[in-house]
Structures are given as C-alpha cells and as structure tokens.
C-alpha cells in the first residue's frame, strides 16, 4: 500500500510541475534592423504615429470566405515577416490600373501582389527604383505620408507649414486630377521625386527613389511618364 | 492485501490499460485528419479524457469521409494522461507485490524500470518541451530568435535604449477580453478590449464594399447572404471594431479612444474559424486600451501578428518614453546568433526527388567565445545550449532555411529508459538461457 501512495505521489509531482503559470515577462534584446519589406525595397520607416503603410494595402475576407485567414506558416517568417493579409492582393486588385507609358530605360519589374507598377533603373554604377501604389482613403494624411518618405532618405520631417509651402508650389495635374509632387534629397545620397494624387477617395503613390545622381538625371522622364498617366473613365 | 491495492497492482488492470490505449491510439490517428497531429496529440494524448466521434471516425474506416450528421454520437475514452498516470502507478504497485529480490530477477527489475522512465519522461516531455522555429536567409542577416507560430504575445517595446530595445512580454494565455493586466517593469497596464485566436485585419471602407459587391453575387447562398448583410450594417454604422464569423459586431468601437491603425485607416477585424493543419498557422488579433497610473485609458490600439513589415509599428508615448506596441508569434530570444552561409537541396539526377537537405551556418555565441561553421542535416541536428535545431524545411526558392528549435530538459531520458529496458531484456535473456543449459546438461545421460 505505501508504493501506490509514493507513486501517487510521483505522479502528483510530476502533474504538478506540468501547471507552470504564464507570466508578464520583460527582458532586453539588442536592437534589430528594420525589417525588409519583400514587396518594397526601400527601407520601411519605424516614425512614431505614422502608420501609413508604404507597401500594401489592407484588406480582410467575408465571413465563411473560401480562402482562409489562418495563413501557410511558410509565409509567417519571423525573421522577414507576412508580406500581406490573407485577402490584401484580393482587395488592391480592386483598384483598376490607370495606363501609362515608362520610358526606355526603366526595366519593369515584377509587381508582386500589391504593387501596380515597378521599375528599375540602372546607369552607371547607380540604381533607382520607380513603384506605383495605390492605398484607399487618405492613409494618414499627406504629412504623414511625405514625412514617410523623408524618413526613408533620413530627412527631418517637414512640418506642416513646409507641406503647405510643397503642396502649393509643386501642386501638378495627372489626368486633370489635382496632386502634387514631392521632391526629396537626403543627406545621405538617396533621394525621392514622387507625386501624390488623391483620386475617387483613394490616394495613389507614384515614387522614384534612389541615389540622388540618377534620380534627378531621371527626374524628366518621370515628368513625362507622369503625363502618360490616364485612368480608367467612371 | 488491501482491496485497492490488490485491484492497482493487478495484471487484469494492466491489460485493460493497455486495450484502451490501442482503442485511443485508433480513434486519434483517425481523428488526425481533422486536427493535424499537434491538436489531436492534445485532445487524445495530452489529455484525462477525450469524447470521441466514434460512429463518424468508423464510418471513415469503411471508406466514407467524415460524417457531420453522426457527430453527435460520442464516446468518453481515458485519455493519454490518464492511461499513462494509471499505468506508471499499476506498473510500479504490480513491481511491489511480485516482485522477490534475487539476482535472478535482475533483468526483469531493469526492464520495469526503464518502462517506468519511459512513462515518467513522456510526462515531463509532454509539460517541458517547447518547439519553434528559427528562419534564417542566406547570406542574410544573423538571427538569434526562434518563433512559435501556434502562440503569440503582445509586446510594449521601449525603443530608448542605444543599443537595446527593452521588451515586456505578455503570453497569450493572458489576453483575456475584459481583464487589465499589470505590467511589473512599466508604468502602464493593459486591458484587453477584445481578441480573436485567428482573425483577418481590413480597412473598414474596403471590407465594406467588398461585402457589398458579394452581397450582388446571386450564388451567394442564403446563410452566407444573412451573414454579410449583418457584416455590412456593422460597417455602415462605422461602429463595428471586431466582427464575429457570423458577421455579428462583437466589440464596437463606442468611447474607445482609438489609435494607430484603428484610427487613421479605420481598422476592422473580421474573426475567422480556427485552423488546426499543421502547415497553417493562425492569425491572432486583438484591441487593447493603455491604461496610466492613474487607470486613465491612453489610448486603444488594434494590432494583429499578421502585421507585418507592411505595416509600420504602431507606438505611444507616456512618461517621456516612446514604446511600441504589437502582437506577434511568440519568440525566444537567445545569447548567441546564427547565420546562415548556404542551404542545399540535393536531388537525385535526373528526377525531382529530393536526396539531401542541408544548412550549412556559422554558429557565434560572443558570451563563450564560440564561433564555428556547422552542417545540419537529416539526422545530424546541431546541439547547442539546452536546445536542439533540426533541419525542417526550406522557402524563398532555396534560400531560406527553416529550422525547427526544440528545447527538451529531458531529452535523454527516453534513450536511457530503452537502453534500460534492452539491457534488462538482455540479462534476463542471458540468465534464463544459463539455467536452460545447466538443466539440459544436468538431464544428460553421462
């Protein structure tokens, strides 16, 4: 009899040490690198409060959708993570493409599941890359967003008087739809020309970004694609 | 004898034990194909009890799939827990009452002990061990963090640091709607607003039109139809926060002081049906409201692990610091880092069967002045500071090897209890053997 009760015993102990109590816990890891967004190259900014997505837009399922939100744990990498939301390409690709005409030059690359359009250029030793995204609604606001990108070339971020100042002096039209260009040089070689244009409740990204040389070399010819630009009549 | 004794220490009950363990290996491995391996491993085997669709599995035995209408018949089986507990202590009471100290009975005393570490490690692998995954890119960054895709945790992250982030971890198991959780370290607490174990993250404007568009759809069926049209009243009233699977409003947004995502792109999460494959994962979501010292709510953050470099992190600041905040699988941060210098993926000429599986990393643990290439393959896993990496998979065309991280306090103790019980066997082998030579010479004529 005394063995049941010792082995009862053991097994109560060993049940016991199994009922460990999740707990809080606070610890200190060395600073990581921004992580890579797979679809854009450029540098993900980690700005306080802007949470305008570069890349991607968001998008959810219906409920009893055939495609299920539990994603493949393939795409759920810690290390380079998600790169969209069950159902984000679905809903981007509602968004009908303008047309447009891309200079000779400009290599069209592939669009991945959210981009409408992307280039890249190289001359001389030196690269830029010309991306065409499209976000509905305002994502944040316009100071938001091009402070987002000065960010990206480790500009101080404009304040909103600067915006107002950008906004009037650049103001250009795209398929007589009002936005305005954005001009960008940063400190540390790379630059941004780009145009940002709200249209039919959603806002459109056109940006070239790279080393400033051939970004301003290309700044004309990005002119010209941005006058090619026709979209879809409603 | 004590009648209960007698009935623990009884080879009757063994044999009923082990009958009922063939019966919960059956209906698990048939169950399988609903669960995926991980949940049927915890409903049947991880478990005290477990009720089982009986007819429905059986119906799948005589070739037939899953019968939903005959769900409804099930039957309680002890489960694996309780199989097991019952066998350790019929094991060890059956050892006490029959067993006679002698020399002779060396092998059979070995042999119960080894099946008594068995059953003892297979308790403490169930409770100890912990499984991740470690991914990491050629030529890529080093990591030293493996993620768990099957939990999450909500992290408040302080960015000050020069050179360290300071993390505050909460476990998922926390993340309980209506409850405010202390946070020790920070002068903030959190208090779960609602949160959803697998769930889609949208722009409400987007989500609306997109089920309005289905709604359009005349194949949609009816009850899907009824869904969506309660989905878009929660949106149109630009109240819905968290939207169940039925396209019911579950948490509206109310006097919630959004921000972040919620905020500034009209966050919605739409809940979805939970996954249990093995090679899907979960996507958790979840609001939360800061809280001050004071209990004054800072703010009310949407945030979901399926956030990922897309989206920037969404932060707060109190008390001059900056922190963000996020849901994320969980990860286990360690000392040393991993890089990865090639993965190969062999094949046999000519076909696309795959021969090799390889990663060949650079292992650096600065702490110890460790820095040492290191090959894992099949069956050659790399062990290293209580943890052991095999090679489990690969993505990105070849480029990214994916390696499974166990941690396991006792992972030699099932080794030991099988050379045990194989040497134990042996003996007892050998001895018996000895006594039937000497009784065969001894019956020999001379």
């Not at chain 2, 799939?65 to 097991?84: C, H, Q, T, V, Y």
């Not at chain 2, 060396?106 to 912990?130: C, K, R």
Request: charged residues 20%; hydrophobic residues 40%; negative net charge.
């Amino acid at each position: 009899m005394t063995c049941l009760r010792i082995s009862v015993a053991v097994l109560g102990l060993i049940l016991l040490a199994g009922c460990q109590k999740e707990e809080v816990r606070t610890y200190e890891i060395p600073k990581e690198s921004p992580p890579q967004d797979a679809v854009a190259p450029v540098r993900m900014t980690v700005n306080a409060g802007t949470e305008a997505p570069a890349g991607d837009a968001l998008a959810g399922t219906a409920p009893q959708s055939s495609a299920p939100m539990a994603g493949p744990m393939m795409q759920a990498s810690g290390n380079a993570p998600m790169q969209a939301l069950p159902g984000m390409a679905e809903q981007s690709a509602q968004f009908d493409s303008p047309t447009w005409t891309a200079p000779e030059g400009w290599q069209a690359q592939p669009l991945g599941s959210m981009r409408k359009g992307s280039w890249l250029i190289e001359k001389d030793g030196q690269r830029a890359e010309v991306s065409v995204l499209v976000f509905p609604g305002d994502v944040g606001g316009d100071l938001a967003n091009v402070n987002r990108w000065a960010d990206q070339v480790d500009m101080a971020p404009l304040t909103p008087q600067e915006l107002i100042s950008m906004q009037e002096g650049n103001a250009i039209e795209v398929d007589k739809h009002p936005g305005f260009l954005v001009e960008l040089t940063g400190p540390s070689g790379q630059s941004i020309a780009g145009v940002i244009l709200p249209y039919h409740g959603a806002t459109w990204f056109f940006k070239m970004q790279g080393d400033t040389e051939l970004v301003n070399a290309e700044a004309v010819n990005f002119g010209r694609f941005m006058s090619t630009v026709r979209f879809p009549e409603h | 004898m004590n009648p209960v004794f007698r009935i623990f220490s009884s080879l009757g009950l063994t044999v009923v034990l082990l009958a009922f363990s063939m019966v919960l290996v059956f209906f698990g491995t048939l169950d399988q194909s609903r669960w995926g391996i991980h949940e049927t491993q915890r409903l049947y085997f991880e478990s005290f009890y477990v009720l089982t669709p009986a007819l429905s599995l059986l119906k799948m035995v005589a070739g037939g799939s899953f019968d939903l209408n005959l769900a409804w018949f099930k039957i309680p089986l002890p489960g694996g827990f309780l199989l097991g507990g019952l066998l350790l202590v019929n094991l060890v009471c059956a050892h006490f009452r029959y067993f006679k100290a002698s020399w002779k009975k060396t092998g059979i005393a070995l042999t119960h002990a080894g099946v008594v570490l068995l059953l003892v490690s297979g308790f403490l692998i169930a409770f100890l061990q912990e499984e991740s995954q470690m991914y990491v890119d050629e030529g890529g960054v080093p990591v030293n963090f493996s993620t768990d895709f099957r939990d999450a945790e909500l992290v408040l992250i302080d960015t000050s640091g020069e050179d360290v982030d300071r993390v505050t971890s909460i476990p998922r198991s926390l993340l309980k709607p209506g409850s405010v959780i202390e946070l020790p370290e920070l002068p903030v607490k959190v208090r779960v607003e609602a949160y959803t174990p697998n769930a889609g993250a949208a722009i409400g404007a987007n989500l609306l039109r997109h089920y309005e568009q289905m709604l359009q759809n005349p194949q949609v069926p009816p009850a899907q139809k009824r869904e969506l049209t309660e989905a878009v009243d929660g949106l149109k009233s630009g109240e819905a926060l968290v939207l169940g699977t039925e396209g019911r409003t579950l948490l509206s947004k109310g006097t919630l002081p959004l921000k972040g995502f919620a905020e500034r792109m009209g966050g919605v999460i739409q809940e979805q049906p939970e996954s249990f494959q093995d090679n899907e994962s979960n996507i958790p979501a979840v609001v939360v409201s800061i809280l001050d010292e004071n209990g004054e709510t800072i703010g009310a953050w949407m945030v979901s692990a399926g956030f990922g470099g897309n989206i920037p992190p969404q932060t707060f600041d109190y008390g001059g610091q900056t922190y963000q905040i996020a849901l994320r699988f969980k990860r286990d941060y360690y000392p040393f880092w991993i890089q990865l210098k090639d993965f190969s993926h062999d094949k046999y000429p000519g076909t696309e069967i795959p021969r090799n599986y390889s990663s060949d990393i650079i292992l650096n643990d600065p702490g110890k002045g460790v820095e040492r290439p290191v090959k894992i393959y099949m069956n050659h896993p790399l062990r290293y500071a209580g943890l052991t990496f095999f090679q489990q998979s690969f993505a990105n065309n070849d480029t990214t090897s994916i390696l499974m991280v166990v941690r396991n306090p006792v992972w030699t103790w099932p080794y030991i209890a099988v050379l045990l019980v194989g040497l134990g066997m042996c003996i007892q082998f050998c001895i018996s053997l000895s006594r039937f030579i000497r009784r065969e010479q001894k019956g020999r004529p001379a």
